[in-house]
């Protein structure tokens, strides 16, 4: 599972200060170093210049100086250097608490989703993780024929642009029959790449990719399947699953709290859809509607096409024109 850690700098802070030499043994033994360095302190200053490391004059040191013959003016201070490390951590980014943005729901077609939201391993993609991997931060070049009705990502912002690949991932697989709502197993290795990290800049609106055809009256192209503070998912059918048609995780970014709030209104404590006029709902999104914004200096963006996980770097397929 992939690990965010805060970056962090260490800096070696020197600190340099002077302390008044106040303590009687550590004023004798410093004002006796100095006399026996010093020839003016030596008994015979002509016999010292002959014999600088002379025993007697040492001993006639020893014998006759007490700390007294050194005044306070030339030994009175002590100059201390402390070396420590100093930590500096970047501040964890926030999300924005209010909005003014007004958001609907929709009725989905057909039942909820029989495990929790957030338990669910196609809809929570923090239960699966992904790994870095080593490959190509360009738009890669596929042979095949391709769906001219396709999510473009350049639809996630405005106005729509390829801003770039800061980072590209694995996003792990899930075990179905592990436990009771499953776990994750290895990375997903076909394609190369599942999920890449686009290029931002905090506060940046993000919204839906774009797609032409709608999923309900009123102009909605995108159900919300699943949301927490800083991620979403996305689906484009009406359907409470990724499995019959196009589907996006979005990670790293300030889900609006308003569309976040109303998402939670439709889930229960068990973390079940709840059953209100005779239907389940779930907030629906058109193309001008900004979702939420960039918490930092990239989001991250995984594609599904009927619950596989494609290449997001696909020319013909996501960027169309780029």
């Known amino acids: 599972m992939q690990h965010h850690l805060r970056s962090r700098s260490v800096i070696l802070v020197i600190l340099s200060f002077v302390i008044p030499v106040s303590l009687v043994q550590l004023a004798e033994e410093a004002a006796y170093a100095e006399a026996r360095s010093d020839r003016r ?9 002959a014999a600088q ?26 100059t201390v250097q402390i070396f420590l490390p100093w930590v500096m951590v970047n501040p964890t980014p926030s999300c924005p608490t209010t909005s003014a943005a007004t958001f609907e ?35 890669q070049d596929y042979n095949g024929t391709a769906d001219p009705g396709a999510p473009q990502l350049a639809g996630l912002f405005d106005p729509n642009q390829f801003p770039g690949i800061s980072t590209v991932h694995r996003v792990y697989s899930w075990d179905w029959g592990c436990g009771l709502n499953g776990c994750p197993g290895p990375p997903v290795t076909d394609p190369d790449v599942t999920l890449m990290g686009l290029t931002t ?42 499995a019959p048609g196009y589907a996006v995780h979005l990670e790293n970014l300030c889900v609006d709290p308003n569309l976040l709030a109303l ?21 629906a999104l058109r193309l001008d509607q900004a979702l939420g914004t960039a918490l930092a200096d990239e989001i991250r963006v995984s594609i599904r096409d009927r619950g596989t996980f494609m290449d997001p770097r696909s020319r013909k397929d996501w960027w169309l024109g780029y």
Request: no cysteine; glycine share 8%.
């Open 201 to 242: 800049s905090p506060g940046q609106a993000i919204f839906i990719p774009e797609r032409s055809p709608n999923l309900y009256g009123g102009g909605y192209k995108a159900l919300v399947l699943y949301a927490e503070e800083q991620r979403i998912t996305l689906g484009y059918t009406r359907r409470d699953s990724v």
């Open 53 to 78: 490391d002379s025993t007697a004059n040492f001993a006639a040191i020893d014998s006759n100086y007490t700390a007294s013959q050194i005044s306070a003016t030339e030994v009175n201070t002590l």
């Open 41 to 49: 302190f030596w008994p015979d200053p002509s016999a010292a210049h």
């Open 263 to 283: 998402y939670r209104e439709q889930v229960g404590p068990d973390g079940l859809r709840i059953f209100k006029n005779g239907s389940y709902w779930l907030p």
């Open 105 to 139: 729901t929709i009725p989905i077609d057909g039942n909820r989703t029989d495990r929790p939201d957030y338990l669910h391993g196609d809809l929570n993609l923090s239960l699966r993780g992904y790994a870095a991997v080593d490959s190509a931060k360009t738009l």
